[in-house]
């Protein structure tokens, strides 16, 4: 079973669909009554990094899920700002993230890129995971992922990356720490490839090393 935390951020009905369509049980929490007893999460997210992360705070779910994650281990993955929230800092605001990976979101360095429209990077890019991992089971090495982003996650341990892409300069657009994974590309946009990683999440034991 997913459970897909709702704070009134992110496009949760593409995930409940998506999931749907690969025949895996969903569920969606948008209190801490919802989200307690939950056994993988899945934590959404657009927009601005301050305004994501003041809105999980307001939704009374945020001790509960900080305890899930870092006391009981319960897997969880984020997706794009979801992804940048696990970070401590980000230069895109002042509010504290939540610190469940230890780095910091930047923003891509425009002067690195020669396209005319430089940001936001929007579009089709190949993925390079940094080795094999069972969220990246059955997808080819350079796989196509749909990006929307400004900014990027900056590892502070450069073993919890997972997997890199490239928009002026190499970022990493997939990380990993335990339980915990962040995804800056998005799944739920990106076909077949999106698909399978949703579903490899799906089937992951509770900590893969």
């Known amino acids: 079973m997913i459970t897909i935390i709702d704070y009134g951020v992110g496009n949760i009905n593409a995930f409940v669909n ?3 369509r690969l025949d895996v049980p969903v569920t969606i929490a948008r209190n801490a009554s919802e989200l307690r007893g939950a056994r993988k ?3 959404p997210g657009v927009g601005h990094f301050d305004h994501a992360i003041t809105e999980l705070n307001k939704s009374g779910m945020r ?10 281990k319960i897997p969880v993955i984020g997706i794009c700002v979801g992804m940048q929230m696990m970070a401590n800092t980000s230069d895109e605001g002042t509010v504290e993230g939540l610190g469940w990976i230890n780095g910091r979101v930047k923003r891509l360095d425009e002067s690195l890129i020669s396209h005319r429209t ?3 990077h929007m579009g ?6 940094t080795r094999e991992h069972p969220l990246f089971e059955g997808i080819e090495n350079d796989a196509l992922f749909y990006f929307l982003h400004s900014y990027h996650f900056v590892c502070g341990d450069t073993s919890h990356i997972l997997a890199t892409s490239s928009y002026g300069s190499t970022f990493t657009c997939a990380t990993h720490r335990e339980n915990i994974y962040g995804i800056l590309f ?4 990106s ?4 698909a399978a990683l949703l579903y490899n999440f799906s089937k992951l034991k509770d900590a893969q090393t």
């Open 18 to 20: 998506m999931y749907r």
């Open 118 to 120: 430089k940001l936001p």
């Open 186 to 189: 998005h799944p739920e946009k």
């Open 191 to 194: 076909h077949h490839s999106g």
């Open 41 to 43: 999460l899945l934590l």
């Open 63 to 72: 001790n509960l899920l900080d305890d899930m994650v870092m006391v009981q």
């Open 124 to 129: 089709w890019n190949d993925v390079f995971p």
